[in-house]
């Protein structure tokens, strides 16, 4: 019987010690969950293990091909850049693995379910109907980026998440990088009559922006009186999250990746971003890493399905 390709999950890194043994955890869950399948994880910055390490440890158990899964929502500079090129380094480090590489996680429906059960959490009711919610409007708050493409993301999935729900509007904000920000989103929806407002933060896993997103929220409600206003809880390691990375893993080893790159820096001209245009990408440096150095190159090869996988500028697809 033929073993199949290791699963690899790749994860921003926090300096929240929680949100970081979160994403540990989750990978130890799929573990356990799928004793067939060999599941390592690591990190691109800030939080151990780093991805190299992970790697090195698939290696150990004898682990040759591997598909990668970066458990992130949008795919911004570590999805598009940093993760291609700390994969490419690995395989200059490992010289006998191949891999191909998964797509970001969402807007998935499975994980608007998940947000819409935050909402009516967050709420203190049972699930809504519709009707229930026309005085509920929700800000929806991302990560935020440099990459307009990243952050156009929140917005395709707050207007999904309102998409037959019946909330009064879903508003979109973002806690870093990008506007508008958290005070000045909530600003818009009262602008836009918003008597009740639920915060609901777009992450995965708690950490130090989450914690952001709720301390300026109560920062703001605290000067609004007015305005009732709620903080939802992020998405957590639920089964819906779990089934989607196998999702995702699946996609990638059977060569079915849906990259949607029509709004993509590194291969379209953008305004204010024409200087992104085919610009190479250098592994991202992981502190936590003592592997070899290698000067970042990307070195386009067969992956183990037989497949190509190139970069243009920073993505990385099989085709």
Known sequence: MTTPPALLIAGHGTRDEAGAEAFRDFVRELGRRHPELPVGGGFIELSPPPIGEAVAELVERGVTRFAAV???????????????????????????????????????????????????????????????????????????????????????????????????????????????????GLDRCVRLGARRIVVLPYFLFTGILPDRVRQQTQGWAEAHPEVEVVSADVIGPTEELLDLVLDRYREAVDGDIRMNCDSCVYRIAMPGFEDKVGRPQQPHFHPDDDGHHHDGHHHDGPTHDGHTHHQHGSHAHAH
């Open 70 to 184: 970066p458990l992130m929502l949008v795919s911004a500079g570590h999805a598009k850049g940093d993760i291609p090129a700390a994969l490419a380094r690995e395989r200059e480090r490992h010289p006998g693995i191949s891999y191909t590489y998964g797509r970001p996680l969402g807007p998935h429906p499975s994980l608007l379910r998940v947000l819409e059960r935050r909402l009516d959490e967050a709420l203190g009711s049972a699930p809504r109907t519709p009707g229930d919610r026309a005085d509920v409007t929700v800000l929806l708050v991302g990560r935020g980026s440099t990459d307009p493409d990243a952050n156009a993301e929140v917005h395709k999935a707050a207007r999904l998440l309102w998409e037959g729900r019946g909330y009064a509007g879903v508003e979109t904000a973002f806690v870093s990088l990008a506007a508008p920000d958290v005070p000045s």
